[in-house]
């Protein structure tokens, strides 16, 4: 893979951005990692840098292609989220399929499950 932002070959490095509720991998090389973690300190922005990367000077290896966006033990909330996500991507696949009472199923435990998150804030 070449890095997004300077187009070095071979980088093996990545951060993700999750927006809009879709998480995207971006391929970048140590340098431009290192750039990006001078202007977020400059700004005043290392928290999310830290957050959106998950590397940070200091820190031995920053994530690496296939390694997984978020790490599995997540507040509770994040937890719920990724479930109900999982949730809808299932109820498309069997609506895709024509299974229509695993979809109805599947429609009906997000149902419950929006609310929970609902209620919860998160």
Same mark, same amino acid.
């Given at each position: 893979? &070449?890095?997004?932002?300077?187009?070095?070959?071979?980088?093996?490095?990545?951060? @993700?951005?999750?927006?809009?509720? *879709? $998480? @995207?991998?971006?391929?970048?090389? =140590?340098?431009?990692?290192?750039?990006?973690?001078?202007?977020? %300190? %400059? =700004?005043?922005? *290392?928290?999310?840098?830290?957050? @959106? *990367?998950?590397?940070?000077?200091?820190?031995?290896?920053?994530?690496?292609?296939?390694?997984?966006?978020?790490?599995?033990?997540?507040?509770?909330?994040?937890?719920?989220?990724?479930?109900? =996500?999982?949730? &809808?991507?299932?109820?498309?696949? %069997?609506?895709?399929?024509?299974? @229509?009472?695993?979809?109805?199923?599947?429609?009906?435990?997000?149902? $419950?499950?929006? &609310?929970? $998150?609902? %209620?919860?804030?998160?």
């Amino acid at each position: 893979m &070449k890095c997004q932002f300077c187009n070095k070959e071979k980088v093996d490095r990545v951060f @993700y951005i999750n927006w809009m509720g *879709t $998480v @995207y991998q971006v391929p970048v090389c =140590s340098e431009c990692l290192q750039k990006m973690w001078n202007q977020a %300190a %400059a =700004s005043g922005r *290392t928290e999310e840098f830290k957050n @959106y *990367t998950g590397w940070w000077p200091g820190k031995r290896d920053p994530r690496h292609f296939g390694d997984r966006a978020f790490p599995e033990e997540a507040v509770p909330g994040l937890i719920r989220r990724r479930r109900l =996500s999982a949730l &809808k991507l299932r109820l498309q696949e %069997a609506a895709d399929m024509e299974n @229509y009472e695993e979809a109805a199923k599947l429609r009906d435990d997000i149902a $419950v499950m929006e &609310k929970e $998150v609902c %209620a919860h804030g998160n």
